[in-house]
């Protein structure tokens, strides 16, 4: 093994997991404030009453339980996109291994951004949810692409490389 083969999969599988279901959970945490910025900024104006803090607090266990599902299906979609290409390519390099984990990672978003066009569809506002699920698909390619190559760089500094 030399200092350009890719970590094998079987030794990253795990973190792919948890570190995807956590960088979901606070990014779904991180769109509802972001969607409901105003009515945050306004419902606290008037001070901390436990009713408003318990429901805050709900919505935020809502939002980081649906960004930990969608998190953990772009991780399955990075793992299968990785195991295929590890079984075709025993000696594949980080930068190409990283590579098709991105584009795992964004077939794994597919289904979040087809429900997310299904829902909101039927406004109307196409336009905007379309450019909201190329975005979403783009965070979820650059997260797949990032996590495999430091996953990549961690394992190469355990070798020695």
Known sequence: ??????????????????????AGALFGV??????FWEVVASGFAGGFQPGTVAAAL???????????AVGLLCAS?????LEIRAVRNEGDSPARQAAC????????????????????????QWGLLSLI?????AVCSAAGYLITAGLNCQYQRSMGF
């Open 30 to 35: 991180l769109a509802l404030l972001a969607l």
């Open 58 to 68: 709900q919505f935020i266990a809502i939002a980081c339980g649906i960004g930990l």
């Open 133 to 137: 699920a190329v975005g979403f698909l």
């Open 101 to 124: 984990a991105a584009l795992g990672a964004g077939i794994g978003g597919l289904l979040p951004a087809s429900i997310l066009m299904l829902i909101g569809g039927s406004e109307g």
């Open 1 to 22: 093994m030399n200092a350009k083969t890719a970590a094998p999969v079987s030794s990253i599988a795990l973190r792919i997991f948890l570190i995807a279901g956590a």
């Open 77 to 81: 979609g990075m793992y299968v996109a």
